[in-house]
T-cell receptor
Framework: AQSVTQLDSQVPVFEEAPVELRCNYSSSVSVYLFWYVQYPNQGLQLLLKYLSGSTLVKGINGFEAEFNKSQTSFHLRKPSVHISDTAEYFC???????????????FGTGTRLLVSP | GAVVSQHPSRVICKSGTSVKIECRSLDFQATTMFWYRQFPKQSLMLMATSNEGSKATYEQGVEKDKFLINHASLTLSTLTVTSAHPEDSSFYICSGGGDYGYTFGSGTRLTVV
């Protein structure tokens, strides 16, 4: 069974500072990895995903993440955050490679990013 | 890009009544639809997975007779909460799997009074 661990429930940061949101996963098979952002009372918006290829993935809004297979991590980073980045961020994993159809996403518990002026 | 339209965004119902939540994929065909439930300040909990034209597969602990899922076409899936009770109050989110990957609806806030 797969699992995702987001160690930080909340990350406070000042505007224009860099931030890293940590995500570690557990899986016995190859994986696809995702980061989503959720604003209050809204659905999830995809920030970026890793399916294969380059381990450094660039997403929307200046976010990027690096897939590290040896450390089973997929940490999300942004070099300079804005007030508008304040939201809940979810890391998710699903089975990768060779599957037919869509497999379910397993989500982490989320990290609340709080950006203050 | 892909859009999943989810309605209603908010609903308040009386205890004992049923509520239907609808998710439509607007510009793609959702071969698979996932239904999630989210409690305040918590993660998404998968309730069930449905493929067009077949019965939904429910996660362990989810009552299939209480949460009825219909995926009659590649663009429409519905979740009906039957005989709702206050403990069913939650945020429900659908996610369609199709050519654009996983696309999430905007969620439905259900309050049972």
């Amino acid at each position: 069974a797969q699992s995702v661990t987001q160690l930080d429930s909340q990350v406070p940061v000042f505007e224009e500072a860099p931030v890293e949101l940590r995500c570690n996963y557990s899986s016995s098979v190859s994986v696809y990895l995702f980061w989503y952002v959720q604003y209050p009372n809204q659905g999830l918006q995809l920030l970026l995903k890793y399916l294969s290829g380059s381990t450094l993935v660039k997403g929307i809004n200046g976010f990027e993440a690096e897939f590290n297979k040896s450390q089973t991590s997929f940490h999300l980073r942004k070099p300079s955050v804005h007030i508008s980045d304040t939201a809940e961020y979810f890391c998710a994993v699903t089975n990768g490679g060779g599957n037919t159809g869509f497999q379910k996403l397993v989500f982490g518990t989320g990290t609340r990013l709080l950006v203050s002026p | 890009g892909a859009v999943v339209s989810q309605h209603p965004s908010r609903v308040i119902c009386k205890s004992g009544t049923s509520v239907k939540i609808e998710c439509r994929s607007l510009d793609f065909q959702a071969t698979t639809m996932f239904w999630y439930r989210q409690f305040p300040k918590q993660s998404l909990m998968l309730m069930a997975t449905s493929n067009e034209g077949s019965k939904a597969t429910y996660e362990q602990g989810v009552e299939k007779d209480k949460f009825l899922i219909n995926h009659a076409s590649l663009t429409l899936s519905t979740l009906t909460v039957t005989s709702a009770h206050p403990e069913d109050s939650s945020f429900y989110i659908c996610s369609g799997g199709g050519d654009y990957g996983y696309t999430f609806g905007s969620g439905t806030r259900l309050t049972v009074v």
